[in-house]
């Protein structure tokens, strides 16, 4: 019997999508557009079952720890490593971005070489983050994601402010992660001047003897950087328009996907590598993130751009992870990530109907579009599904995350105030079912609008939106399938063997 | 330190050697200029050159160990020697690079060489300096060289940058020359060994902080350092890119290693001269990146970026250690590989366009080419996958470790790391064709070392920036 | 023998689910099903159900519940189960969902015949059926909200059947939202305990089993003050009273009439209203806890009795009559469940619900909204169905009675009773007067079957109902209809005064929702907007910087300017500055360089000379 363990590498599940992505962009490959599509489509599955692998074959430990050094002086090493959390967070990733390589299909009409290399070396980047082992690593990809982000975003954007708001999203992220820089620099020196030993894995960070203070400091350093990417509220202003500028594979990937950057971010580094530093701004970022809750579902309320509704009902969810996070506790990070998951594929499947209703009614005002459950029934189907999971509506996938999510941050030890919180984000229930229905209503029921649909789905757009709404089910009616692995992760670093 | 003329002065004689060779040929002319194959003087000249820079490089490489020389005002120590090497280097890439500025002024190519030649010299002479008296002959003669060299080009705009920049030089000259009076006033001593003695034994006054000052001033005109900053914008925009190739880098360098020489020893000694070298190198680079912002035209905001550079490299040294003057060695190497590969591609298109503004950058017949420039582009801007990005956490991380004192200070340089981010950005995205800048402009290009040493330049970036162990090992043993 | 119809009922509530799933799957790839299979399959599923839930119940009877669960959520000691229990309350309602359930999808085939969305139609009915008898069979109070969310989205998805018509599709919006109020204040309670289980529970592992239910309560009741007690029953009960339809959420039942007339016969008056009954039984060892709450459940309950009789009165329409009538009976039963009456409430329930079904299926038999709806007439068994509602005969008046019963020690508990059944016999009779008996229409035997069956199973629950004497609520009825009849021939319609207005509009509460909650909700929305514009709009990363710049070079020009402005005004003010400065002039670069280094040097001299003046001169 053949093991297949033994060709689980974690640089190959980095690399590959860059190895495909230089073959395409090669002299030698034919410049016939069907045919790209065609071979970066079977890329991106190829390397889905690749990480499929990683999932069968994981057993309870980390897999295959690959850290050669790289700047040796600093103990720096180009690491990467898998545990649960990596894990769940890699298998998302690949589901999404096979998905938003099916979706390409009829949304990218030029430039179609240089869109799947950039789409292929977008997923290399998004996996290192995810994989990395060592900060300096995590930084690297942390950085290097930006630039196919700001290409695919500026140069296939739908309207006319994709460069405007391109730019806008790198600023954001850059300055954030600039921050997020110093802060890791910090946590790498005092580490060092802690233990007397320089190392960059992230594992073996030991910050017992940094006083709090110090942590606290740190800790907000970094959590600008990955506060932009999460976002949190008042950083959150690049999101909407980048989301609504890129091309529908992009707003899926950047919000199933990039967003959850942030999530993993503050995860791995907020919560597991500072916990005493956290223990102090996590009441604070709970505030936060309810704010993030509440204030972004009363602003999607009042869009009239399909696509923004979805994007700020995107950070709303979003405020209900770091809620999660903020109880730290294993209920609240099981339910963040379950939750993370979860709302990767919600949105995801939200902006691949978004962009079905935009190529066939041409038109994203929510004023004037309506009736298209009529011409459409089969989209007006899969649409229902997927607001119903957002809105989260139990034995679908979104219900599940929302409920450990709070359940978490109300079981939290901090202090009285994040119960509060937890209550209080709450009614988001509501506020999410009205701006979601709002939709439904506008867009779909009623009679017809100024712009009528041609056709239903098309086939590959049936083969996405049925993916998706077959595992919010799955992932709805038998949570315990992915609980099982998310309940191992540890709220702190002691316990991970690296 | 062993006093030994012939090690010390092996790469000197050299490139000495080789300015009377190209002296002689000038004036023999050895083919008219009716000969069939024009270009054959230019060839000739390149080809001396190269020979001599690379005899020089080898030179340099020739001697093992420190060395002194005339009464201790010449020495010769490693990181002389690397950044000797890196001056050489910066000179052989633009001497790659002059096709185009030589073939508008066949007559004078002997010239131009003679010129990039005394530059090297002035720059590795004032690299090895150890008084004050060499460093300012070698520092003008390196300059004197260059202010000819811009005003080399026929026509009005490189006449208008060479005086520009020997006036500003002049100004900066007396303020370096001023603090160096009281400096010898204070320890009638022009060498710097001795008056690091002196001044590490004594209490130092205001004069000496004042002197110190002064000196920074004076020497961080050529960096482009605030107050003397506003000439670059001009000198570059009236330049030719081999030229600039030049002027960006050498300079850098020569200055970057005098400064980590004087803040070890002669001028180390106060505080007040560490406040104003934070103070100035953040103004210089909000001003630069500022200044960026509405900037249309390549080359200023090449100049933009030069001042904004060297201005990160400056502010490391404020916090001097040796894990500080590493770092900056370090961003030193990666900004000038960027540098010139930016300046390879802006000579690539240069002839074509009168005013090179960014809508004409997409002009290339290459789209390697392009993405090469992109590329050194967001390693400027410190993007990852380049060496930039690795400078850039060097840079951070010595300022960090010298305590949290400096963090308002590296929050600052964060957000001018993204205002610079802009027109990087813009840089990069100016070779992407876009329907209103598509020109088909049947053009050649006139030099064809141009498009190799974007190449290589590009890959240098990239291999740094993947593998920037070895190169950082070294730059922190120099140091040691 | 009757082991096996305990065992095997998980498999006959799952049925209906695979029917939708099945009509679902079929829908997407555009399979064409036969509409006589479709509705086999679907009946088979309900009779299955009669049958199992009835011999369930016999089995239960003899020898005490059962309970199957399986792990839904499992967090280390975090656990969420999932599962079937079966005891006699759920296999009762069980019972009656099937029942009623079977009869109409008997007459929903005849009825829905014209319709093209049949399928769809059918396949929310099983949806339905899943939903309810998930909710049922519930062993705890998580595994209630999932099914309290399910069919609260079958009640969503059945108001905006036909979503072409924008008025449907917007009362189907307001009724889940509506829902959506409850649903969340019913999880907020769950969680609650949830929490405190989890805090002060000694056992391993934390469930909300009904099985524990008396310890639960003991455990949240101990550790909570007076204060939050109230709150955390408050919250659950608010999932009460918003799927029951009581004061002050009953306006979603009216928009639920918009439903088709089998659907409205079904959800809003026989089974899914009625789980919040079925959940107030459940939560009573919580509730009698604290005497208040009790109070405040009768209270509520015969409140919304009376003012929904109020309304109804004042109604023209027969099926917002019909709405209001359930939630005022709801109201009856929520009040007797207070008073610890819970058999009466279960008797009520069931009659109550075959007695509405009965109402409202001989009201659809003749005034079909997808065949023919000119003018309103009634049926001769909308008139049975009426004497049974008004409590003048069959199930209907033995259930008044008993009410009365249960009240006697409150004398002011039972005058608000008799009122209610006195009112309850005027909107009813009101109603029958007002409108003419059908005649020469002959309706679908289908039809004519279901609604046979309801009023046979009224008939029969006379005698199975205990307690059949003509006392004061029988009079009163009586004087009720005779009321109604002699407005009803006096004047043909009510005079349209102030009053009847006021009771005609609900009291406004309606209006009140969506003029003065829904346009608050909206400037707040606004106002949300208005500020992200706001930030985003202004573009704060780069202005900051340029800000600071602005500052230190311009500080005199600008400083009164207001702070608001001041990021904008800096934008690009700097930028111009900055290129003025840039004059190509090469006497200026010299002036400034050498202004500032002259700045830097006498702020040097100064500090030295400060610092050496405080220190008392040199030396």
Same mark, same amino acid.
């Given at each position: 019997?053949?093991?297949?363990?033994?060709?689980?590498?974690?640089?190959?599940?980095?690399?590959?999508?860059?190895?495909?992505?230089?073959?395409?962009?090669?002299?030698?490959? *034919?410049?016939?557009?069907?045919?790209?599509?065609?071979?970066?489509?079977?890329?991106?599955?190829?390397?889905?079952?690749?990480?499929?692998?990683?999932?069968?074959?994981?057993?309870?430990?980390?897999?295959?720890?690959?850290?050669?050094?790289?700047?040796?002086?600093?103990?720096?090493?180009?690491?990467?490593?898998?545990?649960?959390?990596?894990?769940?967070?890699?298998?998302?990733?690949?589901?999404?971005?096979?998905?938003?390589?099916?979706?390409?299909?009829? @949304?990218?009409?030029?430039?179609?070489?240089?869109?799947?290399?950039?789409?292929?070396?977008?997923?290399?980047?998004?996996?290192?983050?995810?994989?990395?082992?060592?900060?300096?690593?995590?930084?690297?990809?942390?950085?290097?994601?930006?630039?196919?982000?700001?290409?695919?975003?500026?140069?296939?954007?739908?309207?006319?402010?994709?460069?405007?708001?391109?730019?806008?999203?790198?600023?954001?992220?850059?300055?954030?992660?600039?921050?997020?820089?110093?802060?890791?620099?910090?946590?790498?020196?005092?580490?060092?001047?802690?233990?007397?030993?320089?190392?960059?894995?992230?594992?073996?960070?030991?910050?017992?003897?940094?006083? *709090?203070?110090?942590?606290?400091?740190?800790?907000?350093?970094?959590?600008?950087?990955?506060?932009?990417?999460?976002?949190?509220?008042?950083?959150?202003?690049?999101?909407?328009?980048?989301?609504?500028?890129?091309?529908?594979?992009?707003?899926?990937?950047?919000?199933?996907?990039?967003?959850?950057?942030?999530?993993?971010?503050?995860?791995?580094?907020?919560?597991?590598?500072?916990?005493?530093?956290?223990?102090?701004?996590?009441?604070?970022?709970?505030?936060?993130?309810?704010?993030?809750?509440?204030?972004?579902?009363?602003?999607?309320?009042?869009?009239?751009?399909?696509?923004?509704?979805?994007?700020?009902?995107?950070?709303?969810?979003?405020?209900?992870? #770091?809620?999660?996070?903020?109880?730290?506790?294993?209920?609240?990070?099981?339910?963040?990530?379950?939750?993370?998951?979860?709302?990767?594929?919600?949105?995801?499947?939200?902006?691949?109907?978004?962009?079905?209703?935009?190529?066939?009614?041409?038109?994203?005002?929510?004023?004037?579009?309506?009736?298209?459950?009529?011409?459409?029934?089969?989209?007006?189907?899969?649409?229902?599904?997927?607001?119903?999971?957002?809105?989260?509506?139990?034995?679908?996938?979104?219900?599940?995350?929302?409920?450990?999510?709070?359940?978490?941050?109300?079981?939290?030890?901090?202090?009285?105030?994040?119960?509060?919180?937890?209550?209080?984000?709450?009614?988001?229930?509501?506020?999410?079912? +009205?701006?979601?229905?709002?939709?439904?209503?506008?867009?779909?029921?009623?009679?017809?609008?100024? +712009?009528?649909?041609?056709?239903? $789905?098309?086939?590959?757009?049936?083969?996405?939106?049925?993916?998706?709404?077959?595992?919010?089910?799955?992932?709805?009616?038998?949570?315990?399938?992915?609980?099982?692995?998310?309940?191992?992760?540890?709220?702190?670093?002691?316990?991970?063997?690296? | 330190?062993?006093?030994?003329?012939?090690?010390?002065?092996?790469?000197?004689?050299?490139?000495?050697?080789?300015?009377?060779?190209?002296?002689?040929?000038?004036?023999?002319?050895?083919?008219?200029?009716?000969?069939?194959?024009?270009?054959?003087?230019?060839?000739?000249?390149?080809?001396?050159?190269?020979?001599?820079?690379?005899?020089?490089?080898?030179?340099?490489?020739?001697?093992?160990?420190?060395?002194?020389?005339?009464?201790?005002?010449?020495?010769?120590?490693?990181?002389?020697?690397?950044?000797?090497?890196?001056?050489?280097?910066?000179?052989?890439?633009?001497?790659?690079?002059?096709?185009?500025?030589?073939?508008?002024?066949?007559?004078?190519?002997?010239?131009?060489?003679?010129?990039?030649?005394?530059?090297?010299?002035?720059?590795?002479?004032?690299?090895?300096?150890?008084?004050?008296?060499? #460093?300012?002959?070698?520092?003008?003669?390196?300059?004197?060289?260059?202010?000819?060299?811009?005003?080399?080009?026929?026509?009005?705009?490189?006449?208008?940058?060479?005086?520009?920049?020997?006036?500003?030089?002049?100004?900066?000259?007396?303020?370096?020359?001023?603090?160096?009076?009281?400096?010898?006033?204070?320890?009638?001593?022009?060498?710097?060994?001795?008056?690091?003695?002196?001044?590490?034994?004594?209490?130092?006054?205001?004069?000496?902080?004042?002197?110190?000052?002064?000196?920074?001033?004076?020497?961080?005109?050529?960096?482009?350092?605030?107050?003397?900053?506003?000439?670059?914008?001009?000198?570059?925009?009236?330049?030719?890119?081999?030229?600039?190739?030049?002027?960006?880098?050498?300079?850098?360098?020569?200055?970057?290693?005098?400064?980590? !020489?004087?803040?070890?020893?002669?001028?180390?000694?106060?505080?007040?001269?560490?406040?104003?070298?934070?103070?100035?190198?953040?103004?210089?680079?909000?001003?630069?990146?500022?200044?960026?912002?509405?900037?249309?035209?390549?080359?200023?905001?090449?100049? +933009?970026?030069?001042?904004?550079?060297?201005?990160?490299? $400056?502010?490391?040294?404020?916090?001097?250690?040796?894990?500080?003057?590493?770092?900056?060695?370090?961003?030193?190497?990666?900004?000038?590989?960027?540098?010139?590969?930016?300046?390879?591609?802006?000579?690539?298109?240069?002839?074509?366009?009168?005013?090179?503004?960014?809508?004409?950058?997409?002009?290339?017949?290459?789209?390697?080419?392009?993405?090469?420039?992109?590329?050194?582009?967001?390693?400027?801007?410190?993007?990852?996958?380049?060496?930039?990005?690795?400078?850039?956490?060097?840079?951070?991380?010595? #300022?960090?470790?010298?305590?949290?004192?400096?963090?308002?200070?590296?929050?600052?340089?964060?957000?001018?790391?993204?205002?610079?981010?802009?027109?990087?950005?813009?840089?990069?995205?100016?070779?992407?064709?876009?329907?209103?800048?598509?020109? @088909?402009?049947?053009?050649?290009?006139?030099?064809?070392?141009?498009?190799?040493?974007?190449?290589?330049?590009?890959?240098?970036?990239?291999?740094?920036?993947?593998?920037?162990?070895?190169?950082?090992?070294?730059?922190?043993?120099?140091?040691? | 023998?009757?082991?096996?119809?305990?065992?095997?009922?998980?498999?006959?509530?799952?049925?209906?689910?695979?029917?939708?799933?099945?009509?679902?799957?079929?829908?997407?790839?555009?399979?064409?099903?036969?509409?006589?299979?479709?509705?086999?399959?679907?009946?088979?599923?309900?009779?299955?159900?009669?049958?199992?839930?009835?011999?369930?119940?016999?089995?239960?009877?003899?020898?005490?519940?059962?309970?199957?669960?399986?792990?839904?959520?499992?967090?280390?000691?975090?656990?969420?189960?999932?599962?079937?229990?079966?005891?006699?309350?759920?296999?009762?309602?069980?019972?009656?969902?099937?029942?009623?359930?079977?009869?109409?999808?008997?007459?929903?085939?005849?009825?829905?015949?014209?319709?093209?969305?049949?399928?769809?139609?059918?396949?929310?009915?099983?949806?339905?059926?899943?939903?309810?008898?998930?909710?049922?069979?519930?062993?705890?109070?998580?595994?209630?909200?999932?099914?309290?969310?399910?069919?609260?989205?079958?009640?969503?998805?059945?108001?905006?059947?036909?979503?072409?018509?924008?008025?449907?599709?917007?009362?189907?919006?307001?009724?889940?939202?509506?829902?959506?109020?409850?649903?969340?204040?019913?999880?907020?309670?769950?969680?609650?305990?949830?929490?405190?289980?989890?805090?002060?529970?000694?056992?391993?592992?934390?469930?909300?089993?009904?099985?524990?239910?008396?310890?639960?309560?003991?455990?949240?009741?101990?550790?909570?003050?007076?204060?939050?007690?109230?709150?955390?029953?408050?919250?659950?009960?608010?999932?009460?009273?918003?799927?029951?339809?009581?004061?002050?959420?009953?306006?979603?039942?009216?928009?639920?009439?918009?439903?088709?007339? *089998?659907?409205?016969?079904?959800?809003?008056?026989?089974?899914?209203?009625?789980?919040?009954?079925?959940?107030?039984?459940?939560?009573?060892?919580?509730?009698?806890?604290?005497?208040?709450?009790?109070?405040?459940?009768?209270?509520?309950?015969?409140?919304?009795?009376?003012?929904?009789?109020?309304?109804?009165?004042?109604?023209?329409?027969?099926?917002?009559?019909?709405?209001?009538?359930?939630?005022?009976?709801?109201?009856?039963?929520?009040?007797?469940?207070?008073?610890?009456?819970?058999?009466?409430?279960?008797?009520?329930?069931?009659?109550?619900?075959?007695?509405?079904?009965?109402?409202?299926?001989?009201?659809?038999?003749?005034?079909?909204?997808?065949?023919?709806?000119?003018?309103?007439?009634?049926?001769?068994?909308?008139?049975?169905?009426?004497?049974?509602?008004?409590?003048?005969?069959?199930?209907?008046?033995?259930?008044?009675?008993?009410?009365?019963?249960?009240?006697?020690?409150?004398?002011?508990?039972?005058?608000?009773?008799?009122?209610?059944?006195?009112?309850?016999?005027?909107?009813?009779?009101?109603?029958?007067?007002?409108?003419?008996?059908?005649?020469?229409?002959?309706?679908?035997? !289908?039809?004519?079957?279901?609604?046979?069956?309801?009023?046979?199973?009224?008939?029969?629950?006379?005698?199975?109902?205990?307690?059949?004497?003509?006392?004061?609520?029988?009079?009163?009825?009586?004087?009720?209809?005779?009321?109604?009849?002699?407005?009803?021939?006096?004047?043909?319609? +009510?005079?349209?005064?102030?009053?009847?207005?006021?009771?005609?509009?609900?009291?406004?509460?309606?209006?009140?929702?969506? !003029?003065?909650?829904?346009?608050?909700?909206?400037?707040?929305?606004?106002?949300?907007?208005?500020?992200?514009?706001?930030?985003?709009?202004?573009?704060?990363?780069?202005?900051?910087?340029?800000?600071?710049?602005?500052?230190?070079?311009?500080?005199?020009?600008?400083?009164?300017?207001?702070?608001?402005?001041?990021?904008?005004?800096?934008?690009?003010?700097?930028?111009?500055?900055?290129?003025?400065?840039?004059?190509?002039?090469?006497?200026?670069?010299?002036?400034?360089?050498?202004?500032?280094?002259?700045?830097?040097?006498?702020?040097?001299?100064?500090?030295?000379?400060?610092?050496?003046?405080?220190?008392?001169?040199?030396?």
């Amino acid at each position: 019997m053949f093991d297949f363990s033994n060709i689980l590498s974690l640089p190959v599940l980095v690399f590959l999508p860059l190895v495909f992505g230089i073959i395409i962009l090669m002299p030698f490959f *034919p410049n016939n557009d069907i045919l790209i599509r065609r071979f970066a489509k079977g890329c991106i599955i190829f390397h889905f079952i690749y990480a499929l692998l990683f999932w069968i074959f994981y057993n309870n430990g980390f897999i295959s720890l690959y850290a050669p050094d790289w700047i040796k002086t600093l103990g720096i090493s180009f690491g990467f490593a898998m545990d649960e959390l990596a894990l769940v967070f890699t298998l998302l990733t690949t589901i999404v971005f096979t998905l938003a390589g099916i979706a390409s299909k009829l @949304h990218i009409r030029h430039g179609q070489r240089y869109y799947y290399a950039l789409l292929l070396f977008f997923e290399t980047t998004i996996l290192g983050i995810f994989n990395a082992s060592d900060i300096f690593t995590f930084f690297l990809f942390w950085e290097l994601e930006l630039i196919p982000a700001y290409f695919l975003i500026a140069y296939w954007g739908e309207g006319g402010n994709a460069k405007k708001s391109a730019m806008k999203f790198i600023l954001y992220t850059f300055l954030g992660s600039l921050f997020m820089l110093s802060g890791l620099i910090l946590l790498h020196y005092f580490n060092f001047l802690a233990t007397n030993t320089l190392n960059g894995q992230i594992g073996l960070y030991n910050l017992d003897k940094v006083s *709090p203070e110090l942590q606290v400091l740190i800790s907000v350093l970094l959590l600008i950087g990955f506060g932009v990417k999460l976002p949190i509220v008042p950083i959150h202003t690049w999101l909407p328009d980048a989301h609504t500028d890129a091309a529908t594979p992009i707003s899926m990937i950047l919000a199933g996907i990039l967003l959850k950057t942030g999530a993993y971010a503050i995860i791995r580094f907020n919560l597991q590598t500072l916990p005493e530093g956290f223990k102090y701004i996590a009441p604070v970022l709970a505030v936060f993130a309810l704010i993030n809750i509440i204030y972004t579902a009363l602003v999607a309320y009042a869009q009239t751009d399909i696509k923004r509704i979805v994007a700020y009902s995107s950070i709303s969810n979003m405020g209900l992870i #770091l809620l999660g996070i903020c109880s730290m506790n294993i209920i609240g990070l099981s339910g963040a990530v379950f939750h993370s998951v979860a709302h990767g594929l919600i949105t995801a499947g939200l902006f691949a109907v978004c962009g079905i209703v935009l190529l066939r009614c041409r038109e994203r005002n929510i004023n004037k579009l309506g009736g298209i459950a009529a011409k459409m029934p089969r989209l007006f189907g899969f649409a229902t599904v997927i607001i119903l999971a957002s809105i989260g509506l139990p034995s679908l996938a979104g219900f599940v995350g929302e409920v450990i999510s709070i359940t978490g941050a109300l079981a939290s030890e901090l202090n009285d105030y994040t119960k509060f919180t937890a209550l209080f984000a709450l009614p988001v229930l509501i506020l999410s079912s +009205c701006y979601m229905l709002k939709f439904l209503h506008k867009g779909f029921f009623g009679e017809e609008g100024e +712009c009528k649909p041609a056709a239903d $789905i098309a086939n590959h757009e049936f083969v996405i939106l049925v993916s998706i709404v077959v595992l919010l089910f799955i992932l709805g009616c038998f949570p315990a399938s992915i609980l099982d692995i998310i309940q191992n992760i540890s709220v702190t670093n002691g316990a991970v063997v690296w | 330190m062993v006093n030994d003329l012939i090690n010390i002065f092996i790469p000197h004689i050299i490139l000495i050697l080789t300015i009377i060779v190209q002296l002689v040929l000038g004036i023999l002319k050895p083919y008219s200029l009716t000969f069939k194959y024009k270009d054959i003087n230019i060839r000739i000249s390149n080809i001396v050159t190269v020979i001599g820079i690379i005899g020089a490089t080898a030179g340099t490489l020739y001697s093992q160990g420190d060395y002194a020389g005339f009464n201790y005002s010449i020495i010769v120590t490693s990181d002389v020697k690397a950044l000797s090497i890196l001056v050489l280097i910066c000179g052989l890439v633009s001497v790659f690079l002059n096709t185009n500025l030589l073939r508008g002024n066949r007559q004078g190519c002997y010239k131009y060489h003679v010129l990039v030649l005394t530059a090297l010299l002035g720059g590795i002479c004032a690299l090895g300096a150890n008084d004050f008296l060499t #460093l300012f002959i070698s520092l003008e003669c390196m300059s004197f060289a260059l202010y000819f060299l811009i005003a080399f080009p026929k026509g009005y705009p490189s006449k208008e940058a060479g005086f520009k920049y020997l006036i500003t030089n002049a100004v900066s000259v007396a303020f370096f020359l001023f603090g160096v009076s009281y400096i010898l006033g204070l320890t009638s001593s022009l060498n710097f060994t001795e008056i690091t003695q002196i001044f590490e034994s004594e209490r130092c006054s205001i004069i000496y902080a004042i002197a110190s000052i002064m000196i920074f001033i004076g020497l961080g005109m050529k960096l482009a350092l605030f107050p003397f900053a506003n000439w670059i914008i001009d000198v570059y925009a009236g330049s030719e890119s081999s030229v600039l190739n030049l002027l960006s880098t050498v300079p850098k360098i020569v200055v970057t290693g005098v400064l980590i !020489r004087l803040l070890s020893g002669v001028m180390g000694f106060n505080t007040e001269i560490n406040a104003v070298i934070l103070i100035l190198g953040l103004i210089t680079a909000l001003w630069a990146n500022i200044y960026a912002i509405k900037e249309n035209n390549v080359k200023k905001l090449l100049a +933009c970026s030069s001042a904004a550079n060297a201005a990160y490299m $400056i502010i490391i040294l404020a916090v001097f250690s040796s894990f500080a003057a590493s770092a900056a060695v370090f961003y030193l190497i990666c900004y000038v590989f960027m540098n010139m590969g930016a300046f390879a591609y802006v000579n690539m298109i240069e002839p074509e366009c009168k005013l090179l503004t960014l809508d004409k950058l997409s002009q290339t017949d290459s789209k390697l080419n392009a993405a090469a420039f992109a590329l050194c582009c967001l390693g400027l801007a410190g993007l990852p996958a380049t060496s930039g990005f690795i400078g850039k956490i060097f840079l951070l991380y010595s #300022l960090l470790q010298s305590g949290l004192i400096l963090l308002p200070i590296v929050l600052l340089l964060l957000i001018l790391f993204t205002i610079g981010l802009y027109f990087y950005i813009k840089l990069a995205r100016g070779i992407i064709k876009t329907k209103q800048t598509a020109i @088909h402009h049947h053009y050649k290009i006139l030099n064809s070392f141009s498009r190799p040493v974007l190449l290589l330049m590009a890959l240098i970036t990239v291999i740094i920036g993947i593998l920037p162990f070895n190169l950082l090992a070294r730059c922190i043993l120099l140091f040691q | 023998m009757s082991e096996f119809f305990t065992d095997n009922l998980i498999w006959v509530i799952l049925y209906p689910l695979w029917v939708f799933l099945l009509i679902g799957t079929g829908r997407l790839f555009a399979v064409r099903m036969s509409k006589k299979l479709l509705t086999l399959i679907t009946l088979t599923g309900s009779g299955l159900g009669i049958l199992f839930s009835g011999g369930a119940l016999i089995n239960i009877l003899q020898s005490g519940s059962k309970e199957f669960v399986f792990t839904f959520i499992k967090i280390q000691n975090f656990l969420i189960q999932l599962g079937v229990n079966i005891d006699k309350l759920s296999a009762v309602y069980l019972l009656l969902l099937f029942t009623i359930s079977f009869f109409i999808q008997l007459y929903s085939s005849s009825y829905m015949s014209r319709e093209p969305k049949y399928y769809r139609y059918f396949g929310y009915l099983n949806l339905f059926n899943f939903a309810m008898g998930l909710l049922l069979v519930s062993p705890n109070l998580f595994q209630i909200y999932i099914g309290w969310e399910l069919v609260g989205l079958v009640s969503y998805l059945l108001i905006g059947f036909q979503y072409t018509n924008p008025l449907k599709s917007t009362a189907a919006v307001k009724a889940f939202i509506i829902n959506r109020i409850g649903d969340t204040a019913l999880l907020t309670g769950i969680l609650c305990i949830i929490y405190i289980m989890w805090t002060y529970s000694v056992s391993e592992f934390v469930t909300l089993d009904f099985s524990d239910f008396n310890i639960i309560s003991s455990i949240v009741y101990a550790h909570t003050n007076n204060f939050t007690f109230t709150i955390l029953c408050l919250l659950l009960f608010t999932g009460v009273i918003v799927k029951s339809a009581q004061f002050p959420f009953h306006t979603w039942l009216q928009e639920a009439m918009k439903a088709p007339t *089998p659907v409205s016969a079904l959800i809003h008056s026989a089974t899914m209203v009625a789980a919040g009954v079925f959940l107030t039984i459940r939560l009573l060892p919580l509730l009698t806890l604290s005497k208040e709450i009790l109070i405040f459940i009768v209270i509520l309950g015969m409140f919304t009795a009376l003012f929904c009789s109020l309304c109804a009165i004042c109604q023209n329409n027969v099926k917002s009559v019909l709405a209001y009538s359930t939630s005022a009976n709801l109201g009856l039963m929520i009040a007797a469940v207070g008073f610890g009456n819970i058999d009466l409430a279960v008797i009520y329930l069931i009659v109550h619900g075959f007695i509405k079904a009965a109402l409202f299926l001989s009201y659809g038999m003749t005034n079909n909204e997808y065949t023919d709806d000119t003018g309103t007439t009634l049926p001769p068994s909308f008139i049975i169905a009426s004497f049974a509602l008004a409590g003048l005969a069959f199930a209907g008046l033995n259930c008044k009675e008993l009410f009365f019963e249960t009240f006697k020690q409150n004398t002011f508990l039972r005058i608000e009773f008799l009122l209610t059944a006195f009112m309850c016999a005027v909107y009813i009779f009101k109603l029958c007067c007002k409108y003419p008996l059908a005649k020469g229409k002959r309706p679908h035997a !289908r039809e004519q079957i279901s609604v046979w069956v309801f009023l046979l199973i009224i008939t029969a629950g006379t005698f199975a109902v205990y307690g059949s004497q003509l006392g004061f609520p029988f009079w009163t009825a009586f004087a009720g209809a005779l009321t109604a009849i002699i407005i009803s021939i006096k004047a043909k319609e +009510c005079k349209e005064g102030k009053i009847t207005q006021i009771c005609s509009e609900g009291f406004f509460i309606d209006k009140f929702y969506s !003029r003065y909650i829904y346009s608050c909700y909206g400037k707040i929305t606004d106002i949300a907007n208005k500020i992200e514009l706001y930030i985003s709009n202004n573009k704060f990363l780069v202005s900051f910087v340029k800000a600071a710049v602005f500052i230190a070079g311009n500080i005199e020009k600008y400083i009164l300017d207001a702070a608001v402005n001041l990021c904008a005004i800096c934008t690009k003010f700097a930028s111009r500055e900055l290129e003025h400065a840039q004059t190509r002039n090469i006497q200026t670069y010299i002036a400034y360089g050498v202004l500032i280094a002259g700045i830097i040097f006498t702020a040097i001299l100064l500090t030295y000379a400060l610092v050496i003046n405080s220190l008392g001169g040199i030396g």
